[in-house]
């Protein structure tokens, strides 16, 4: 899509300032999947030269935002559904796991930053801020990962993270109440913490089918 990007109000300069307003746009879907970043109007709108936009380009691919083609440029990546289902199948099998290894560690040393995990969550949520919501619901399902104390559940989940939020990216602006997200996490939190694993892979379960079904029926 040719299409120039409206940002001169977020005039930056920095190589980090740019990562975040390009961040930003394709975190709230401003920029679609599979779109060109177009070095030459992106540069002309934002007020810089090519070299921190490169920069930025660059933080984006590594965190997998964006992908670079050679002589073509850099494209916003594409998550696909066949991707997320696979995602999710494994998912249901392992995280209910990765919950119940990190429980005793959540409900003692590391309570406080599930709490505020959580407390991100609704802040952002409540505020409608898509970037940091997904931020936010990244980080609540990676600490039960972190704090499994299991190196290959926690490799498990650095190889899907990135795909994750691109999803996120899609799914999040589905909702017709933001708000639900952390209202559902919090309720995940609480059966982990309480021990109950079969209750949360039930509660996941659940969850995964209305955010599917919601994509599939497109945005509420």
Same mark, same amino acid.
């Given at each position: 899509m040719d299409r120039r990007f409206e940002w001169q109000e977020q005039r930056t300069t920095t190589p980090d300032g740019v990562y975040r307003v390009l961040r930003t746009a394709i975190l709230d879907g401003s920029v679609s999947p599979g779109e060109q970043l177009r070095e030459t109007h992106i540069a002309t709108d934002l007020g810089i030269s090519r070299s921190p936009l490169r920069e930025a380009l660059t933080k984006l691919e590594e965190e997998g935002l964006v992908v670079k083609v050679p002589f073509r440029g850099s494209f916003v990546v594409e998550v696909s559904a066949k991707d997320v289902a696979e995602i999710a199948s494994i998912r249901l099998l392992v995280e209910p796991y990765a919950a119940e290894l990190a429980a005793p560690t959540l409900r003692?040393?590391?309570r406080l930053r599930l709490k505020q995990t959580i407390e991100e969550l609704y802040r952002s949520t409540e505020t409608n801020d898509i970037p940091a919501s997904i931020d936010a619901h990244l980080r609540f399902h990676r600490l039960f990962y972190e704090f499994s104390g299991n190196s290959a559940l926690h490799s498990l989940w650095s190889g899907w993270e990135n795909k994750l939020r691109l999803y996120f990216a899609a799914d999040h602006?589905?909702? @017709?109440? =933001?708000? +639900?997200i952390a209202i559902e996490h919090d309720k995940l939190a609480e059966l982990a913490l309480e021990g109950d694993i079969e209750g949360y892979r039930k509660e996941m =379960? @659940? +969850?995964?089918?209305?955010? =599917?079904?919601? +994509?599939?029926?497109g945005p509420a």
């Open positions: 003692d040393a590391e602006p589905t909702y @017709s109440d =933001l708000h +639900q =379960l @659940s +969850q995964f089918h209305n955010a =599917l079904g919601a +994509q599939a029926a």
